[in-house]
């Protein structure tokens, strides 16, 4: 696996990793990974043959969302968070291009 060639940088924390469906067209499965940089949530997709950034998409910064956990099915990364009003949500995105489809307010 690439994952090994990612850069490591003390303000950047590496959270949770699921496997995603080849993303970039070299038939080999890529990864989802939850970033924490700076202040800020990210979601990012790891080429899993070089390691190297495909894409990234903002999740929001810490004080208004606190990732806890990714899912990746077929097309889909499911990210289950917790809103800094302290309801639950779970984040639907497309895991070819890390857009958000739907965010789904969990019950207490």
Known sequence: M???????????????????PDVNGDGVLDQAVLVMKGDSYYLQSI?????????????????AITPKSLASVGQQISILASKGTGASILQIRDS???VLVKTLTLPK
């Open 2 to 20: 690439g994952l090994d060639n990612i850069v490591l940088t003390s303000s950047t924390d590496y959270l949770d990793i699921a496997a995603l």
């Open 47 to 63: 080429d899993s043959a070089t390691g190297k950034l495909i894409m990234q998409a903002l999740l929001g910064t810490v004080s």
């Open 96 to 98: 070819a291009t890390l």
